[in-house]
């Protein structure tokens, strides 16, 4: 399967395409995962309909709430793990703290060296979810202190929201990506929340978005991580959008 950062280059316009070097970094993060990840093999999605070319099927009332493999969606960790080892390698990582706040939940604050730069801190959480075949692990990527969350990987594990593998390494990928190359912004308000990158922008409801501040306006603007790196340009937030 061609890798989501190629299909991006080819699709996009110019102005939006992945410079080499952020290439760079996704490929090395994708050779990492063959080590992190080597335990947790990926999968098509199941929705694709075999009869219409990039369509996809209605899922099935009995595949709703429910998860017949939860275990492979330890997909979403082993890259995350792969992400902090790429870091490491290239020594962009000041300091390491996990904490567990309860059985099988854990948060990796990975803190960068350049934060005096406006790099700002990467914070990994290891949730799940809760199905009758067992849990389903899901990967939190927020950033910032204090943290803001960016995404949600899966979102949620029922087989009928499942879309393959694919979709949440880019997910993942892109929240991660867009944390160390200095390309998001974000804010949290008491009624509102957004969320703008270099792929996209979103307003979304205040939520479980941000820890430890109640209802105190937070806001995040992200700086690369990398030496002599070039950010890349955020995307024109839509009409209506707030930040």
């Not at 604050?109 to 199905?131: C, D, M, T, W």
């Not at 949600?152 to 393959?164: K, N, V």
């Not at 978005?209 to 995307?235: D, E, I, M, N, Y």
Request: aromatic share 8%; net charge negative; hydrophobic share 35%.
């Amino acid at each position: 399967m061609t890798p989501w950062w190629e299909r991006h280059n080819e699709y996009t316009a110019p102005g939006n395409q992945l410079s080499a070097a952020a290439l760079s970094l996704l490929r090395e993060v994708a050779e990492a995962f063959t080590v992190t990840g080597s335990d947790t093999p990926g999968w098509p999605d199941p929705h694709l309909d075999p009869d219409v070319p990039f369509a996809r099927r209605n899922p099935e009332d009995e595949e709703y709430e429910r998860c017949l493999d939860p275990g492979r969606y330890a997909l979403t960790q082993a890259r995350g793990a792969a992400w902090v080892k790429v870091l490491q390698e290239r020594k962009a990582v000041a300091s390491l703290k996990e904490t567990h706040p309860g059985p099988g939940r854990a948060v990796l604050n990975v803190s960068p060296r350049r934060g005096e730069l406006g790099a700002q801190p990467l914070v990994l959480k290891y949730e799940y979810f809760i199905f009758d075949t067992g849990h389903a692990p899901c990967l939190e990527v927020w950033a910032g202190q204090p943290a803001l969350k960016l995404s949600e990987a899966p979102d949620c594990a029922c087989d009928a929201c499942d879309s393959g593998s694919d979709d949440l390494l880019e997910m993942i990928d892109k929240a991660i990506f867009s944390v160390i190359d200095g390309s998001v912004i974000a804010s949290v308000e008491p009624r509102s929340a957004s969320l703008r990158t270099s792929f996209g922008a979103e307003s979304r409801s205040p939520g479980r978005t941000v820890r430890g501040q109640g209802s105190t306006p937070v806001k995040l603007v992200a700086g690369p991580w990398l030496p002599g790196w070039t950010s890349r340009v955020l995307l024109k937030a839509p009409r209506g959008f707030r930040h």
